[in-house]
């Protein structure tokens, strides 16, 4: 029976294995399972996680709380683009397979660990709706982790939000107009998956004389971290890159 089993999805930051929460640690270790995603073409369904350059970022925070044995990959359609394709909602349906599997099995307590927050453009939403598509007596649950904005913004000595001034994130991949128009108010903006559209972004912080305040992280909490100015030497990056650009603040506290 599912009705007692429990699919919780775990933010684990990042990329620094200690921005994990005390709570995330207590459950992975308590899991019977810790699910992990990566790309979909690069292991096969269900594999058992092992040491290698495959592991995806997740896996590779996870490792220093959980032991290897225990962890189980799931293969997603990661990188695809243009919205629901065949390949990506066949991945979530194979993966949501394996996590019913597993419960079928006698697994009770099983845990899926996503980078950041796991309700903040996180893939566990999709995985755990195609679960409950199979299984609809399973109960899910979340447990928040530390996003890349907030650990680029302690990072770079930026912060995020003050007085009355609003927080903007957005994915670069909804289109440069957004990111315009957000620029254009009064508060901090935040993009996520800036990678190739990167020279987009540059060019329309540039326009609105946002470029001198703004600060890019690549690769956070992992080797070849970078965290500085945007420039245009910056055309390499990964698809997890992070652009902060805060508000314009004259003085202190001038939002209160």
């Known amino acids: 029976m599912s009705a007692d089993a429990t699919l919780t999805g775990v933010g684990v930051g990042p990329g620094d294995p200690e921005l994990l929460t005390v709570r995330a640690v207590r459950l992975l270790r308590e899991a019977d399972l810790v699910f992990v995603p990566v790309m979909a073409d690069r292991v096969?369904?269900?594999?058992?996680?092992?040491?290698?350059?495959?592991?995806?970022?997740?896996e590779a925070t996870v490792r220093s709380h959980v032991a290897a044995e225990r962890l189980r990959r799931l293969p997603l359609a990661l990188d695809d683009r243009g919205g629901v394709t065949a390949r990506r909602a066949a991945a979530w349906d194979d993966a949501a397979r394996v996590v019913v599997e597993a419960i079928d099995a006698g697994a009770r307590s099983l845990a899926f660990a996503t980078i950041g927050d796991p309700n903040v453009?996180?893939?566990?939403?999709?995985?755990?709706?195609?679960?409950?598509?199979?299984?609809?007596?399973?109960?899910?649950?979340?447990?928040?982790?530390?996003?890349?904005m907030q650990e680029l913004a302690a990072r770079s000595g930026t912060p995020l939000c003050e007085g009355r001034e609003p927080l903007t994130l957005l994915p670069a991949t909804a289109g440069l107009a957004l990111f315009a128009d957000a620029l254009a108010g009064p508060g901090t903006v935040v993009a996520y998956k800036g990678w190739r559209r990167h020279p987009e972004l540059l060019a329309e912080l540039r326009r609105q004389g946002r470029l001198a305040d703004a600060v890019l992280g690549r690769s956070l909490g992992l080797p070849g971290e970078r965290i500085g100015p945007v420039d245009d030497t910056e055309h390499d990056l990964p698809y997890l890159s992070t652009l902060l650009v805060p508000a314009r603040r004259e003085h202190r506290g001038g939002k209160l």
């Open 121 to 148: 453009y996180s893939t566990f939403g999709y995985l755990a709706q195609s679960v409950r598509a199979l299984r609809p007596a399973v109960r899910v649950a979340t447990v928040p982790g530390v996003t890349a």
């Open 44 to 58: 096969a369904p269900a594999g058992a996680a092992s040491p290698g350059a495959d592991a995806g970022r997740a």
